[in-house]
Structures are given as C-alpha cells and as structure tokens.
C-alpha cells in the first residue's frame, strides 16, 4: 500500500531539518514524513570546512538533534533515500527503489550538488569536493597522509579549506580562474585582507589561472596542471568551484526553474502545493532591487523554513529576512549582513592592517550590506542600517569611532 503524509519534505538538511523542527514546535497536528538520500542523522554542514576538518569536532556533534528527539516524535524519517521523480498532479514522490510516497504539501529542501571539475584526471583518487559529511570524511582519511595541497576555487568553502590545510601543516596553493577572491560575494578590501591573511600563514595564490588536467599515477592523483603548462605536485585536490541546485526534479515535473526553482514571496513554486527553501531557491526579495536571489547559508535555509512552517500553520507568512553569513578563516571571523548585489560604492571603516575593520556598501544612498571583520559590534549594529539611507558622502560613516547605530537614529528621523 501506498504511503500517504500530509506533508513531505524532501532533503534532510539545513532548511528540511529545520522545516519539521518548526512544524512540530508550532503544534503541527498531521502526518509528516522527511526523505534524505544521506545515510547519516541530518547534521550542520559549516563545521566541514572548519572545525571538523581541522579536527577538533566530531562527526557525532554535527547532529541537530540527537536520536532521542526523532525517536520521540511522530515524525517519519526516511534515510538512504533518494527522490527521483515528482508527479505534481498524483501528489507523489518516486524514489530510487520505485516506491511511491503521497503528499497533501510537498516541500523541496533539497539543497544542490558541488559543481564537478570538468578536467581530465578529475575522478582520480586523491580529488575531492566537499559538501557533504562523506566528502569530509575522505578528506579526513588523505589529510593524515597529505603533504601538498592545491585547492581550486577561491570562494568560501576553498578559503576555508585552505585554512584548515594550513592548520594541520600541509602545504596549500589556492588557484582560482578569477583576477580576484571571493569575487561573487564581498568587496575588494575583504578579499585583500583575506589574502594577505592566508598568505601569512603560507598559503600561496594563483589567480587568473584555469585548471587544463589533474596529473596522476596508478589512479591517484599526484598534482595539477595548469592552463599555463605550470604543473603543481599535490597529493590532495579540493575542488570548490560552486554549487549546482538540485532542482531536477521539480523541473521534469513542470515546474519553472532559473538559477534554481523559482518561488513566489511564500516559497510557493509553480507547482501545486509544492514549496521550495534553501540553496536550491530562487526567489523574489526585497533586498535586491529587480531581481532575484538564490543564497547559500543557514540563515537562509533556516529562515525560508519557518516561514513556510507558519504558512502551513495557518499563519502565512512571506518570506523577507535579512540576509546574513559567516565564514571562519584562523582566528579571523568574517559576518555580512545584507546582500552585496549591485552596490557602487564601499566605505571602509577601520584600517584592515589591525586585523579589525568594516566595509559599508552602498546603492546609491542606502545601505545594501555591511562586511565586518573580527568588529562584532559593527556586524551587530548593521544588521537594522540595511535598507536605509544615510547622508550622502557623509564622511563620519568612515570613521569607525563613529558607531552605526548613529547613522540608524539619522535614517529614522529623515
Ligand atoms: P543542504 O543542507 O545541502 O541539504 C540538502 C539535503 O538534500 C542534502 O542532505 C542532500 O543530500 C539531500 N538531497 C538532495 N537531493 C535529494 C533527493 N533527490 N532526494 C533526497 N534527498 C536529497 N553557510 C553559512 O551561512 N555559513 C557558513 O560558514 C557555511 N559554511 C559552509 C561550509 C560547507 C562545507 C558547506 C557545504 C556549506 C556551508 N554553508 C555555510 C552553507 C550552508 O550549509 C547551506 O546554505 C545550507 O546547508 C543549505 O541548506 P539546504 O537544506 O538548502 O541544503
């Protein structure tokens, strides 16, 4: 017999997980059934990179909530399990055993895939992604042994990586097809700074520069080639070079896709009772002007969750949370708030060379995001400055003894 729930969520990671957690915290009385194709207990993906890389976390603290909280909920939890098809009209999820499951309300938390390097030599052993706990624990098992390091991909997660490298004393070369680090995601000084950082502490950078092969011997690799002809020894490849969404499915299934599913303010797709939260989602927001997001952090994750948990309470509720991220590189600490799309112009505050200082970017007159570096008061005022305008040219907003929350008294009376 078929198996029916009134609602099914699809992935059991950041934005699934935390879905039935808001459902069931919020009194939600029906069936609900959440389908992972990881075989481990749902767990936080940021420590990957950075403490439980650098091995000072367990894989068994990365759980949200211990066995004992499923155990005692109502909840189905279904494991090992992959979605491979949707059927909007049948209300029904296929998966990879031929099993169909029923949903009164599906929701797609499915997140994505890391991008794959398309080189030669890419599927030696040795050359790793890492999105997943399993990918972390193969990097785990080649850093015990790993000497030479080269990560591919300057953004987030190859830093980060880089970083932890570094902490177990592997030598690392970062190089990224890009003039710049971090290109996508924060301004020049952020990037400058975060080089020099890494830099210091031996990392060594080749920008601009396209990965044409991996190199290998008896199936592992032994290090890269570059577009140049430069070859690199390594006996670890990172590949960090963006995520794919995993929105295959809902596509097959009709529904409308771009830079991942498209969803209204609700996280409603173009499917019937079919939502969609997380990496995986491109929605509308009000901070971005024209245009769409799709954003890859827990903050959102978490957010695009409760909202559709309210709405499928009976409260409705858009989504419009601010957007906010961190990364941890060493002892330094990076926090945005807002979204840097757009802006044309950066106000530093604070002089990088202390190790702490913000930047303030700008669309015009208004406040699009705020990067803060190891300046946790400056992160923490920012957070209500998005949005508003502050004087134009206003040179105070460059002097960090000047705190932002002055600007958000000036924005509110003008
Ligand atoms: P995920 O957490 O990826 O969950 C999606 C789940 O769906 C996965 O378990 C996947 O296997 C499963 N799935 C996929 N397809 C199917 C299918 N067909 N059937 C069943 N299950 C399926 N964000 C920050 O804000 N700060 C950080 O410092 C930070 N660090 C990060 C470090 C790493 C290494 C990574 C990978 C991410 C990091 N992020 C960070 C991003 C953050 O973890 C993601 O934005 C967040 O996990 C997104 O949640 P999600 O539920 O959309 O996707």
Same mark, same amino acid.
């Given at each position: 017999?078929?198996?029916?729930?009134?609602? !099914?969520?699809?992935?059991?990671?950041?934005?699934?997980?935390?879905?039935? %957690?808001?459902?069931?915290?919020?009194?939600?009385? $029906?069936?609900?059934?959440?389908?992972?194709?990881?075989?481990?207990?749902?767990?936080?993906?940021?420590?990957? /990179?950075? $403490?439980?890389?650098? =091995?000072?976390?367990?894989?068994?603290?990365?759980?949200?909530?211990?066995?004992?909280?499923?155990?005692?909920?109502?909840?189905?939890? *279904?494991?090992?399990?992959?979605?491979?098809?949707?059927?909007?009209?049948? &209300?029904?999820?296929?998966?990879?055993?031929?099993? /169909?499951?029923?949903?009164?309300?599906?929701?797609?938390?499915?997140?994505?895939?890391?991008?794959?390097?398309?080189?030669?030599?890419?599927?030696?052993? $040795?050359? &790793?992604?890492?999105?997943?706990?399993?990918?972390?624990?193969?990097?785990?098992? *080649?850093?015990?042994?790993?000497?030479?390091?080269?990560?591919?991909?300057?953004?987030?997660?190859?830093?980060?990586?880089?970083?932890?490298?570094?902490?177990?004393?592997?030598?690392?070369?970062?190089?990224?097809?890009?003039?710049?680090?971090?290109?996508?995601?924060?301004?020049?000084?952020?990037?400058?700074?975060?080089?020099?950082? *890494?830099?210091?502490?031996? !990392?060594?950078?080749?920008?601009?520069?396209? #990965? +044409?092969?991996?190199?290998?011997?008896?199936?592992?690799?032994?290090?890269?080639?570059?577009? +140049? $002809?430069?070859?690199?020894? =390594?006996?670890?490849?990172?590949?960090?070079?963006?995520?794919?969404?995993?929105?295959?499915?809902?596509?097959?299934?009709?529904?409308?896709?771009?830079?991942?599913?498209? #969803?209204?303010? %609700?996280?409603?797709?173009?499917?019937?009772?079919?939502?969609?939260?997380?990496?995986?989602?491109? %929605?509308?927001?009000?901070? !971005?002007?024209?245009?769409?997001?799709?954003?890859?952090?827990?903050?959102?994750?978490?957010?695009?969750?409760?909202?559709?948990?309210?709405?499928?309470?009976?409260?409705?509720?858009?989504?419009?949370?601010?957007?906010?991220?961190?990364?941890?590189?060493?002892?330094?600490?990076?926090?945005?708030?807002?979204?840097?799309?757009?802006?044309? +112009?950066?106000?530093?505050?604070?002089?990088?060379?202390?190790?702490?200082?913000?930047?303030?970017?700008?669309?015009?007159?208004?406040?699009?995001? #705020?990067?803060?570096?190891?300046?946790?008061?400056?992160?923490?005022?920012?957070?209500?400055?998005?949005?508003?305008?502050?004087?134009?040219?206003?040179?105070?907003?460059?002097?960090?003894?000047?705190?932002?929350?002055?600007?958000?008294?000036?924005?509110?009376?003008?």
């Amino acid at each position: 017999m078929m198996s029916h729930y009134d609602i !099914v969520v699809v992935g059991a990671g950041h934005a699934g997980t935390q879905m039935v %957690f808001a459902l069931t915290a919020g009194g939600f009385t $029906g069936s609900i059934a959440i389908i992972g194709d990881e075989v481990t207990a749902p767990y936080e993906r940021p420590p990957l /990179t950075k $403490g439980y890389l650098a =091995a000072d976390i367990l894989s068994d603290e990365l759980a949200f909530r211990g066995e004992a909280w499923w155990a005692g909920s109502d909840v189905e939890r *279904h494991l090992g399990t992959s979605v491979v098809a949707v059927d909007a009209k049948a &209300h029904t999820v296929t998966t990879e055993d031929g099993g /169909t499951i029923g949903y009164g309300t599906l929701v797609w938390s499915a997140g994505g895939e890391a991008r794959l390097l398309r080189a030669p030599g890419a599927e030696l052993d $040795g050359v &790793h992604v890492l999105r997943k706990l399993s990918d972390a624990e193969h990097v785990k098992r *080649h850093v015990a042994t790993a000497r030479r390091a080269v990560v591919i991909g300057g953004g987030y997660i190859g830093l980060e990586t880089a970083a932890s490298l570094r902490k177990l004393g592997i030598e690392v070369t970062v190089v990224e097809a890009l003039d710049r680090l971090l290109l996508r995601v924060t301004g020049d000084d952020v990037a400058a700074y975060l080089k020099a950082r *890494h830099e210091r502490e031996g !990392v060594e950078f080749l920008l601009g520069a396209g #990965v +044409s092969e991996i190199l290998g011997e008896e199936g592992r690799a032994t290090g890269v080639r570059l577009a +140049s $002809g430069r070859e690199l020894p =390594a006996d670890l490849v990172i590949v960090g070079i963006g995520l794919v969404p995993n929105v295959r499915q809902l596509a097959e299934a009709g529904a409308e896709v771009g830079n991942g599913v498209l #969803v209204d303010k %609700f996280c409603h797709t173009t499917l019937p009772d079919v939502y969609a939260i997380g990496d995986c989602v491109s %929605f509308e927001s009000d901070w !971005v002007p024209d245009d769409r997001l799709r954003l890859e952090s827990v903050q959102n994750a978490n957010d695009q969750a409760k909202a559709v948990a309210n709405t499928l309470l009976g409260k409705p509720q858009p989504y419009d949370a601010l957007p906010w991220f961190w990364s941890h590189q060493y002892d330094d600490r990076l926090q945005t708030a807002g979204v840097l799309t757009g802006y044309d +112009s950066a106000v530093l505050r604070g002089d990088p060379a202390t190790g702490k200082f913000s930047v303030v970017y700008l669309r015009g007159d208004t406040v699009a995001a #705020v990067d803060a570096i190891n300046n946790v008061k400056d992160y923490a005022q920012s957070k209500a400055l998005i949005g508003r305008t502050v004087p134009a040219g206003d040179s105070r907003l460059a002097d960090p003894s000047v705190p932002l929350k002055d600007f958000l008294t000036e924005a509110q009376a003008a």
